[in-house]
């Protein structure tokens, strides 16, 4: 039907005109002459999807064989007319429109005293739900979904998971359950930020201070429609940005929208799409920029691409295996399929965040249901499910990270200390894990894996060196530039926008500290915290002086994402640290970088 009576206006998303450019020449042909190209919600294309979304619509244009009006619409980006141009990869000119009235939303921080977080969300949930007023709760992690999901249960409050990593069909339907009334809630991670029609909401719930401003206005903006009256309940944590913010309210609800990050110069991304391109029309290197030549020469020297005669540009079978393993573009990493003993696959997991999830014992929540990990071999992993009378518990990953630099890209000094932009190759290794009760946390045991886990990825970053204390050991450095850099992603996410998972560290008792993109080839997320990192430093000094526990705790320094169980950190030192970098009293001194790297 499609073919045969072409629409004028055709709704679709840049997951299907990647395929379909792709696989259908049919297609191709019915895009052709397009004149106008309309991105709505421009602000989710930001980081590693934003960069596939510059090649689709660079490949879309190359279909349609002209130029067509292309119009970016959003009401939360905060750099519009700098992220239009990359995304859409030509000048853009900044069209402003006044707000909407919409009917009343209060909006109300909470700061728990007398329970922990969780335990308030679940009373939150069960006085909503007592009231009958439908209600989202947004959450960061998949785990986090999935564990608030089981206590709401327990709890008699009808309410389920909406995350990635679910199959579409079941998605689908707990939408459909939500829109009909026959949930109470449905715990989300950013899922359901926007684009999903899920009837007529009450209240949000949010889990914490979301990882950026922006998120928050969309997520909050889930409610307060039809003329309906909205509640915004915004919970903080036992973490440092609550920490921070709880004491600087204003300045949260202060803020303007964020600056939406994306970084086109992703060779991982450009290796999949330059491919695409070879597949669907005559590609010559004449027609290429220089840093897609580059990536085209190492598609060249991998077998992936061939030069055909007439000098065009063909993919070879080993280059279109390649591409039917990269359907997906919400991400860049190698996909790992997750397969219970019984044979069924249950979902998806991208590397290298599979490593920390899936590694022989872990306990992986999915639906609902609690499963173990068996084995993780290359691209599949099996689990089992756990019986419901298991007792709950949880895993954590005990890993290392080891940084190798390639180029410096750019390079400066903040309050004097050296700073470089940079490419990197990180590798990735797990080496045991913590078993911890489910919900308290407290650790039951702690083993090592039978053989490491590694996986390797190139990427950017950003290295900081600090000179070391001499009057420190090199412990007392450790734990110093350790607790540095745990501050400092904190920080970054304030700052720049960044999420919980955006940022990895690496962190070594001669003062050199890494701070790169977590997912292969860049996310743009450390070339903004390059230009912010003055605001950064400032933030992390106030995140380590300001918290009154002994020398670190979860409101200053401690991080649920620390490979090293959170050992080897001192709050006092790197506050000391970071008091001595903003106040200039510290003189650079370069040194070989050396020690255990902590992470």
């Given at each position: 039907m499609l073919f045969q009576y072409p629409p004028r206006l055709l709704v679709t998303n840049p997951d299907m005109l990647h395929l379909s450019l792709r696989q259908s020449p049919r297609f191709r042909d019915l895009v052709r002459g397009v004149s106008h190209v309309v991105l709505d919600d421009a602000h989710v294309y930001s980081g590693v999807f934003g960069s596939h979304v510059h090649y689709v619509l660079k490949r879309l244009r190359r279909a349609i064989g002209a130029e067509p009006q292309l119009v970016a619409a959003s009401a939360t980006i905060g750099n519009p007319e700098e992220f239009a141009e990359k995304i859409l990869g030509s000048d853009a000119f900044v069209v402003n429109a006044e707000p909407v009235r919409k009917a009343p939303v209060y909006h109300v921080m909470l700061e728990p005293k007398t329970r922990a977080r969780r335990a308030e969300v679940i009373h939150l949930m069960k006085l909503l739900s007592a009231k009958g007023l439908r209600t989202l709760v947004f959450v960061d992690s998949h785990r986090l979904a999935e564990s608030l999901a089981i206590l709401a249960e327990r709890e008699g409050i009808r309410a389920a998971v909406?995350?990635?990593?679910?199959?579409?069909?079941?998605?689908?339907?707990?939408?459909?359950?939500?829109?009909?009334g026959e949930?109470?809630?449905?715990?989300?991670?950013?899922?359901?930020?926007?684009?999903?029609?899920?009837?007529?909401?009450?209240?949000?719930?949010?889990?914490?201070?979301?990882?950026t401003f922006s998120k928050y206005v969309q997520r909050a903006g889930r409610v307060g429609r039809r003329g309906r009256a909205g509640y915004v309940l915004l919970v903080l944590g036992n973490d440092p940005i609550s920490s921070y913010y709880g004491r600087h309210p204003e300045e949260y609800y202060g803020q303007r929208p964020d600056p939406v990050f994306v970084e086109p110069r992703n060779e991982e991304v450009a290796k999949v799409h330059l491919l695409s391109m070879s597949t669907e029309s005559v590609l010559r290197v004449s027609e290429l920029t220089e840093f897609e030549r580059t990536v085209v020469e190492s598609l060249l020297g991998a077998g992936l691409l061939k030069l055909a005669q007439g000098g065009y540009l063909r993919p070879t079978r080993k280059g279109l295996a390649f591409l039917r393993e990269r359907d997906n573009i919400r991400g860049v990493g190698e996909q790992v399929v997750i397969v219970t003993d019984t044979g069924r696959v249950i979902g998806h997991r991208e590397l290298p965040q599979a490593l920390k999830e899936l590694f022989p014992g872990a306990i992986y929540l999915h639906g609902g249901r609690a499963y173990m990990s068996l084995r993780l071999e290359g691209k599949r992993a099996v689990v089992k499910l756990l019986p419901a009378k298991v007792p709950p518990i949880s895993t954590s990953p005990l890993h290392y990270t080891v940084p190798a630099e390639e180029e410096i890209l750019a390079s400066r000094r903040a309050f004097g200390i050296p700073v470089s932009y940079l490419s990197l190759s990180v590798q990735e290794v797990v080496y045991g894990y913590v078993t911890k009760t489910f919900p308290e946390g407290q650790v039951i045991s702690q083993r090592l894996l039978e053989s490491e886990l590694s996986y390797s990825f190139r990427t950017k970053g950003i290295l900081l060196e600090f000179p070391p204390k001499a009057e420190w050991t090199d412990m007392q450095n450790a734990e110093a530039f350790h607790a540095v850099e745990h501050a400092l992603i904190y920080a970054a996410q304030m700052v720049v926008g960044a999420g919980p998972t955006d940022l990895g560290g690496i962190s070594f008792p001669t003062g050199h500290i890494f701070v790169y993109d977590a997912f292969p080839g860049g996310s743009g997320v450390s070339a903004k915290l390059f230009q912010e990192l003055e605001e950064a430093l400032k933030r992390a000094y106030d995140i380590t002086s300001k918290c009154s526990c002994e020398d670190g705790c979860p409101?200053?320094?401690?991080?649920?994402?620390?490979?090293?169980?959170?050992?080897?950190?001192?709050?006092?030192?790197?506050?000391?640290?970071?008091?001595?970098?903003?106040?200039?009293?510290?003189?650079?001194?370069?040194?070989?970088?050396?020690?255990?790297?902590?992470?």
């Open positions: 909406h995350r990635a990593g679910l199959l579409p069909e079941e998605r689908r339907k707990i939408e459909a359950k939500l829109k009909r949930l109470d809630a449905v715990v989300a991670t950013p899922t359901l930020e926007l684009g999903i029609d899920v009837g007529e909401l009450d209240a949000v719930v949010m889990y914490g201070i979301p990882p409101r200053c320094i401690f991080s649920p994402y620390c490979g090293n169980n959170n050992k080897v950190l001192s709050r006092r030192k790197a506050s000391e640290v970071l008091a001595e970098t903003i106040s200039l009293k510290l003189a650079p001194v370069r040194l070989e970088r050396s020690g255990r790297p902590l992470v």
